[in-house]
């Protein structure tokens, strides 16, 4: 229940092509839904989030879109870019309990991104 | 733009020594976190800190780690008797308020190799 789910494990766009990237979870009391983005060597940096009760968040060439029946959400990067190449991570909150909570994130496997020029 | 810092960058230790990974967390951040990643796989959560004391751990965080806040602004993880599985990057995070994902920062990490 606590897992998140990411496919593909690996990607291959065209330069300008569209990149989309999929995770389902189970857990419901999952309260914030963020993206993260990483390169070799580095740790990883928050690209984009949204909460479940939006459908769909858009921040220059990122788009989350969120389906909170099915528990699925997306990534889609437009105009894909020889920079945009890295590894892509969804990840899920767990509030945890009382005013104290923990909430830890829980990501999914990760998707390798190679935007191609 | 602050930054959460981690030393070393990269750590080779004997199977069975102790290591002592350090982070210096953002100075107004109140939550502190270590995850781990072994190669090529997913980040894992392995604890969570907060008003010096554990308040959640995974199944990862066994009696082999522990976590300390010595100094008011370091935060360390320990591993007592390394093991070859413990082989991984550790990333220290830290966030500042209850219900801002936005300000949950990660370091480069650290990458440990037990051999």
């Known amino acids: 229940q606590q897992q998140v789910k990411q496919s593909p494990q690996s990607l291959i766009v065209q330069k300008g092509g569209i990149s989309i990237i999929n995770c389902a979870y189970e857990n419901t009391a999952f309260d914030y839904f963020p993206w993260y983005q990483q390169f070799p060597g580095k740790g990883p940096a928050l690209l984009i989030a949204i909460r479940p009760d939006v459908s769909e968040k858009k921040e220059g060439r990122f788009t989350i879109s969120f389906n909170k029946s099915a528990k699925q959400f997306s990534l889609h990067i437009m105009d894909s870019q020889p920079g945009d190449s890295a590894t892509y991570f969804c990840?899920?909150?767990?509030?945890?309990?009382?005013?104290?909570?923990?909430?830890?994130?829980?990501f999914g496997q990760g998707t390798r991104l190679t935007i191609n020029p | 733009e602050p930054e959460v810092t981690q030393t070393p960058s990269h750590q080779v230790t004997q199977m069975g020594q102790e290591v002592i990974l350090r982070c210096v967390p953002i100075s107004n951040h109140l939550y502190f976190y270590w995850y781990r990643q072994i190669l090529g796989q997913k980040v894992e959560f392995l604890v969570s800190f907060y008003n010096n004391e554990i308040s959640e751990k995974s199944e990862i965080f066994d009696d082999q780690f522990s976590v300390e806040r010595p100094d008011g602004s370091n935060f360390t993880l320990k591993i007592r008797s390394t093991k070859l599985e413990d082989s991984a990057m550790y990333f220290c995070a830290s966030r500042p308020l209850r219900n801002q994902v936005y300000g949950y920062t990660f370091g480069s990490g650290t990458r440990l190799t037990v051999v």
């Open positions: 990840a899920a909150r767990d509030p945890g309990s009382g005013i104290q909570g923990a909430q830890k994130l829980v």
